[in-house]
């Protein structure tokens, strides 16, 4: 089978087991990140992929070949690392060629190589300067452009956005996109950036403590979460969560707490009943609150929030609000235009087409 598998592969340090038995399936020529909070173990699972951490238990299979105790460079893989590791010394096709020429590569090969990888990456005007004198964007093209050279099956990024700023990272994930479409190759890139694997990923895999919790499309995972981590770490700002209890009967269920008595969509009439929940935690997404009915939503879906406004937060066209419903914090994303004055307590409108429940004891999503 092509792509990377993982096949109940374990880790563990001493008696404390950091990876579960853990099941994964990488297709060739996808882009799949892992995401998750730092500590959740998606950068030791790259680096077992790697064979740059051993694994405990289980099995590693890339293009079919089983890898599983092969060191790094039987593996027909490349890897850039959070920090550049650049030769200070050398120039820019210094760095991208070393691995190529420690390998006894012809030098026409090597030269064919760093001109076309130079090329993809707009580097061939810095070919011959030194680290030094390179932006952080620059630097980090290097550090792909050496692994791009080496031509391998499968790349792994290992949080390499992590060290430039918030404009240069949007460039350069515009930039991932762009060099997976030419490379066409399996890509599995770790981050701890929901932003990142909205924008870059074909999968997303979100971890937490070891295990995996949903692997899906941003679309999937975005609008049908798994349970309360993945629907609170996927979206920015995160969504606001209320305890709630479900009232009413047959087709007329309402999901009521401190603060808010809301319509169940039909949708989750079914899916409530199905459950027998009355005891549920509410998901409600910044970014569908309003202050009218808009985007072409029926009037009818919109329901009134009573929001106790703290801090209003300019962004553009948009206001952040950090209020409260009842007694529970909640933040919610208003587009008002540029010009409007800064948003104060008071009947704001939620599209209850768009409420999540989850079970309160277990977390998971109540569909």
Known sequence: MSGVQLRQVTKSYGTTQVIPPLDLDFAEGEFVVIVGPSGCGKSTTLRMIAGLEPVTSGEIAIAGKDVTWAVPKERDIAMVFQSYALYPHMDVAGNMSFALRLAGRPRDEVAERVRVAADMLELTPYLERKPKDLSGGQRQRVA?????????????????LSNLDAKLRSTMRTELAILHKKLDRTMVYVTHDQIEAMTMADRIVIMEAGRVQQVG???EVYNTPRNTFVAGFMGSPSMNFLTARVTGEGAALRVAGEGFDLPLPARLNDAVQRHGAHEVTLGLRPEHFSIRGSGGTEASEFAPVDLSVTVAEYIGSSQFLAAAIGGEPVTASIEVGPDAAPLTSGAYLFDTSRIYLFDRETGDAIV
């Not at 792909?144 to 390499?160: Q, S």
Request: proline content about 10%; overall charge neutral.
């Open 144 to 160: 792909m452009g050496r692994a791009i050279v080496r031509d391998a099956y499968c790349f792994l990024f290992d949080e390499p």
């Open 217 to 219: 499309s941003p679309r």
